[in-house]
Every structure is written in C-alpha cells, then in structure tokens.
C-alpha cells in the first residue's frame, strides 16, 4: 500500500487549501481514511475521518466548520479543504487509512490506522 498526500502551500490567513491523498495498491471498497497534523513542538493531531460511502464522518473541534474531508472512489483519492487558515494550522498534515472495516473512530486515535503518508507541508502566515 502507497500513500501519498499532495497540496501543501504557503497560504495566508483566511486563506483556503486543498489537501489531497492517493492511495495505490488496495481496494478502496472498504475504507477508513483521516488527516493528522503534526503542529511544530506538538503531537499529532487527528483532524478528520471518512469511511466507506460516507457512513462515519469526524472532524476534530479544531477542524468543525472549516473543513470538508470527502473521497473520490474512482480514483482512490480523499481530499481535505480547509477554510479560515490560521497560523496556528500551520503543520505537516499526515494522510492515513485502514482497510479492513468502514469505520471511523469518535477520536479519531492514529493508533487505528495502518498506513501513513510522508506527509505534506503546510505553513499559514502573512
């Protein structure tokens, strides 16, 4: 399995980005996918999670409101869009899956998913 996220930039503040992952090698039928964010000098933080067709999706409190986790079966592909960027959004951002259930879990724990991007850069600042 290869995952591999895209899209990092530098945006300014109340700025928009779309955050996009790829992954080859396993069937998507049955899918769990999240972001993480790995803020400078904090933990990993999980963001967001969508499982197959939509029937489990979780935003972190951080993410309710200005961010849109969505999935694109045909190519295998989950995207994050993020609105009202702020500096303190400014972190690597981890894509991840499991697919072995459809399921996402309430705390969106890493511990849960078994496949991690390298991770793709992204930096809210004026």
């Known amino acids: 399995v290869h995952v591999g996220e895209f899209g990092g930039d530098l945006v300014q503040p109340g700025g928009s980005l779309k955050l996009s992952c790829v992954v080859s090698?396993?069937?998507?039928?049955?899918?769990?996918m999240a972001w993480f964010r790995r803020a400078p000098g904090k933990e990993r933080e999980g963001l967001s999670c969508?499982?197959?067709?939509?029937?489990?999706?979780e935003y972190a409190d951080s993410m309710k409101g200005r961010a849109t986790i969505s999935v694109d079966d045909a190519l295998n592909t989950v995207y994050l869009q993020m609105n009202n960027l702020q500096p303190e959004d400014t972190g690597v951002y981890y894509c991840a899956g499991r697919w072995i259930d459809d399921y996402c879990p309430g705390d969106i724990s890493d511990s849960y998913f078994s496949a991690w991007g390298q991770g793709t850069q992204v930096m809210v600042s004026a």
């Open positions: 090698g396993i069937s998507f039928d049955r899918h769990a």
């Open positions: 969508i499982s197959t067709k939509d029937e489990f999706v």
